[in-house]
């Protein structure tokens, strides 16, 4: 095969190749009833049936090149726009879709969000370095969300006549929020970084399912009835969700 040879092993269900520039695994799975590709976190994957050729798998991937390969580029395009910011005093971070600075807090009020006028977060350190300073941001923003998106969501779970079994917040990768069915609701305490209209857009899609576990009509329907501008609000965070970040 021209342009291929065997890069890596990964045991018996992935391995690893070249074709051309393109650095991809072969991962086979018994689920899976056609070859596909998939673009993961790791990178690219051939995916094969179980009882499949592994050279069908190659050709595939030869075949799809172009796609792949503006695939990559779209992510990297993508990672290019994440921001880079400062962990010093002075600094300015996100909440609620403003910038706001970063200043030392006195030692009494052990750090606290203020939306409009600053970040300010306590350390024993008069100048901490990036690293403690980062720490001590993540802290009060998971702090912070916690007790924000549990007000949002136990509130628009009143105005709908649900329930909720608990809130808790923390760093996922793939979901901006989560709702059980033993309704338990989980967010990415991150997106209090977005504009606050998308933040009551993530409540409301989330306090929905507590009444329809499920993304049907009547789930939309629940959705566009108390936030109107639902449909903008969810393409913001499509599109500028790899933003949020700390």
Request: hydrophobic share 40%.
């Amino acid at each position: 095969m021209t342009g291929l040879f065997q890069a890596e092993s990964f045991g018996a269900a992935q391995r690893e190749f070249h074709c051309e520039d393109i650095r991809y695994r072969v991962v086979r799975s018994a689920r899976r009833k056609r070859v596909g590709l998939v673009m993961t976190a790791a990178g690219v994957e051939v995916r094969l049936p179980m009882r499949c050729a592994e050279r069908h798998g190659h050709d595939f991937l030869r075949a799809n090149l172009a796609w792949v390969r503006r695939q990559l580029q779209q992510r990297q395009a993508r990672q290019d726009e994440i921001p880079q910011y400062q962990y010093r005093f002075g600094a300015h971070l996100p909440w609620l879709g403003a910038m706001l600075p970063v200043q030392r807090a006195p030692a009494a009020s052990a750090g606290a969000i203020v939306a409009g006028d600053a970040i300010r977060v306590y350390t024993r350190s008069l100048a901490p370095d990036a690293d403690q300073l980062q720490d001590a941001l993540e802290r009060l923003y998971k702090r912070e969300a916690q007790a924000l998106l549990e007000q949002k969501s136990r509130a628009h779970a009143a105005r709908i006549g649900e329930q909720i079994a608990s809130v808790a917040v923390r760093r996922t990768r793939s979901k901006w929020g989560h709702c059980t069915s033993d309704r338990r609701l989980q967010y990415n305490w991150l997106v209090c970084q977005a504009p606050e209209a998308v933040v009551d857009y993530l409540v409301a899609h989330e306090v929905s399912h507590l009444r329809h576990m499920n993304h049907s009509p009547d789930f939309w329907a629940l959705v566009g009835a108390h936030c109107p501008g639902y449909r903008e609000l969810r393409c913001w965070l499509r599109n500028n969700g790899h933003r949020l970040v700390l």
